[in-house]
């Protein structure tokens, strides 16, 4: 069973960056579609950047298009989020998630639609 742990999350000052990342164990990414999801809060979860098994599709939430990219390095089986001009509301948990597609065009960004999950990082904006 694949397992996920996320890391580099911390304290930032407004328009700085940083790059979270998600090591996987128990399985390979390329079988994998990968979520990175944040919940801040009293709000509801929500996904930030999703990429395919392939490597090669992305998608990002119009909240951070511009600002957010989603990559991986297969050979150290990570997902990396890089988060640069951050703000205020970027502030949550940060969670990466899981799901293996039933199809070469499945794939989402509903947290719903995700089974395997991290602990999350917390990620903090100051003002």
């Known amino acids: 069973q694949l397992q996920l742990v996320e890391s580099g999350g911390g304290l930032v000052q407004l328009g700085g960056s940083l790059r979270l990342s998600c090591a996987a164990s128990?399985?390979?990414?390329?079988?994998?579609?990968i979520l990175w999801s944040r919940q801040a809060p009293g709000k509801e979860r929500e996904g930030v950047s999703v990429?395919?098994?392939?490597?090669?599709?992305?998608r990002h939430a119009d909240s951070v298009k511009g600002r957010f990219t989603i990559s991986r390095d297969i050979a150290k089986n990570v997902v990396y989020l890089q988060m640069n001009d951050l703000r205020s509301e970027d502030t949550a948990v940060y969670y990466c998630?899981?799901?293996?597609?039933?199809?070469?065009?499945?794939?989402?960004?509903?947290?719903?639609?995700?089974?395997?999950w991290g602990q999350g990082t917390q990620v903090t904006v100051s003002t």
């Open positions: 998630a899981a799901n293996k597609p039933r199809t070469i065009h499945e794939w989402s960004m509903s947290p719903s639609w995700y089974n395997i």
């Open positions: 128990g399985g390979t990414l390329d079988e994998y579609i």
């Open positions: 990429i395919n098994t392939s490597g090669v599709n992305t």
